[in-house]
């Protein structure tokens, strides 16, 4: 949806609280789009892959859509301690009422499962337990 990949997976209720005859379900958003924040074209990532011998699908596998360029023109992984130098910027992530909005959407179109409503502090206790808290999405559903 977008630029980002939805999925969902349903859990146990063991797994984050019972939710009585509703079925928990966790929703990951991940960026699939390119991100040209840190300063890498498309053009550098074709001349890497051509360097490396490597297809287009095979890099962004390898480097993901936020990769950053360092001084010295080589194409690096942006990683949570590459964040925490500095050297590149966060994949985009989606604000709560958008991932609410994707999540209904796919929901809507599944035919496995149902929106019931969202329960804030639900995802709240969830997301502690589970992680992932810009990234992901709790819901109690019918299934």
Wanted: some cysteine; aromatic content about 10%.
């Amino acid at each position: 949806m977008g630029d980002f990949d939805v999925r969902y997976i349903a859990l146990r209720n063991e797994e984050v609280a019972n939710t009585g005859p509703l079925t928990p379900l966790l929703f990951t958003f991940s960026y699939a789009g390119f991100s040209p924040a840190n300063g890498v074209t498309q053009a550098d990532l074709k001349a890497e892959a051509k360097r490396l011998g490597l297809d287009m699908n095979t890099m962004r596998i390898i480097y993901g859509s936020n990769p950053y360029k360092s001084e010295d023109g080589t194409l690096h992984v942006c990683t949570v301690e590459a964040i925490r130098q500095r050297l590149c910027k966060a994949a985009p992530t989606l604000p709560l009422e958008q991932r609410i909005s994707y999540a209904k959407t796919l929901l809507a179109s599944d035919n496995r499962c149902s929106w019931v409503e969202f329960d804030p502090a639900y995802n709240k206790k969830a997301t502690f337990s589970l992680g992932g808290d810009d990234q992901t999405l709790n819901i109690k559903a019918d299934c």
